[in-house]
């Protein structure tokens, strides 16, 4: 059985990082078949400005990057969003809060012509903060996250959500919100969990992604969890390099995992492809 990987959740910046053709073209090399492309905000492009046409630039980005990555031979799908750190970013230039509350809400509904356009997948990131934030500030990156989740539903849209590594707290309060709104769990991703949240999206049936970190890895995949997605959440940021990790380092953790005998091939091609294909809606490869 040839073995193929998937990175559910990546970041590329082509203005100072590798830039998508250099990471698919990379990751194709050692059996990569799909990638997430989620935009960055748009500081980490050089974008300064505090605006919506800034986030709008930034999304151009990642589509562009996107097709880059098609071009290389690699399936993707992509998705932009406000980050919940932006929150603070705009709090501390002197926005107030309902401002960036109207202006969030307001791109969200410019995501959603994008989508209708075929020219993205879906909304990521939204969500919380993972920081120590002020409670007004953690509050706003919820109202966000609600109007987000309500978008998507009505729009039969996937997301990707952003938050604390709280264990069940985290979890239960999705669980909750999601069942509120209305909108499908199978529409929902939990991104970059430690193994206190997989145990829970695993109970509830959330798709999750974690991070290529050796002890994550071991944690959790002997449990042989059904809905778990592989990702890096690579920044793509020269002066961090490998954080949170790289494309290819997928390959290395499962390969590891593979010849300890704690995972098989049957199960690799089942968390790589086939909940891929199941999450993302995408053709096989």
Not at 108 to 125: A, F, S
Not at 224 to 236: A, G, N, Q
């Amino acid at each position: 059985m040839k073995l193929l990987f998937s990175d559910a959740h990546c970041h590329s910046n082509p203005i100072s990082g590798l830039g998508a053709k250099r990471i698919a073209r990379k990751f194709k090399n050692v059996g990569g078949w799909f990638i997430a492309l989620i935009s960055l905000p748009p500081h980490h492009y050089g974008i300064n400005e505090l605006s919506i046409e800034s986030h709008l630039k930034a999304y151009q980005i990642a589509i562009e990057e996107a097709r880059k990555i098609r071009e290389e031979g690699i399936r993707t799908v992509v998705l932009v969003g406000f980050h919940p750190a932006e929150i603070d970013r705009y709090f501390k230039a002197g926005w107030d809060l309902e401002k960036i509350i109207s202006m969030s809400k307001r791109l969200i509904d410019e995501i959603v012509k994008l989508y209708k356009m075929g020219l993205i997948n879906g909304i990521g990131e939204v969500g919380r903060q993972h920081y120590s934030t002020a409670p007004s500030r953690l509050v706003t990156s919820e109202v966000i996250m609600w109007y987000a989740l309500e978008i998507a539903k009505e729009h039969d849209m996937i997301v990707h959500l952003h938050l604390e590594q709280g264990g069940y707290s985290t979890v239960e309060s999705i669980r909750l919100i999601t069942e509120k709104i209305g909108i499908p769990r199978d529409r929902i991703f939990l991104h970059h969990l430690s193994p206190n949240e997989a145990i829970w999206s695993e109970k509830y049936g959330f798709w999750y992604t974690v991070p290529a970190k050796k002890k994550v890895y071991y944690k959790i995949f002997t449990q042989k969890p059904v809905f778990v997605l592989t990702e890096s959440d690579f920044i793509d940021d020269p002066s961090r390099p490998g954080v949170s990790s790289y494309p290819w380092d997928i390959v290395t953790r499962l390969n590891e995992l593979l010849e300890e005998g704690i995972i098989d091939e049957e199960y690799i091609y089942r968390i790589e492809v086939d909940n891929i294909i199941k999450a993302y809606n995408v053709e096989p490869p």
